[in-house]
């Protein structure tokens, strides 16, 4: 289980049918992303919806903002 999934379900209360739930999609979608990224199209939801930074779920696509010295 990726480390960024597990944040997202821990978030959510625990199991991946409370974040499918939250998310209003299906508990196998969301079981699917276990090994995996989380969905590019999922990212802003889930930071609007359980505010984990995007940049934690996906800094591949969303580079924390470097704070200026």
Do not use: H, N
Request: net charge positive; aromatic share 4%.
């Amino acid at each position: 289980m990726s480390p960024e999934f597990k944040r997202c379900v821990e978030a959510a209360g625990g199991t991946q049918k409370q974040l499918a739930e939250k998310l209003g999609i299906t508990e196998q979608a969301v079981g699917k992303w276990k090994d995996k990224k989380i969905p590019v199209m999922r990212v802003i939801q889930i930071e609007d919806s359980l505010g984990i930074d995007r940049s934690s779920l996906r800094p591949d696509i969303y580079p924390p903002v470097k704070k200026a010295a």
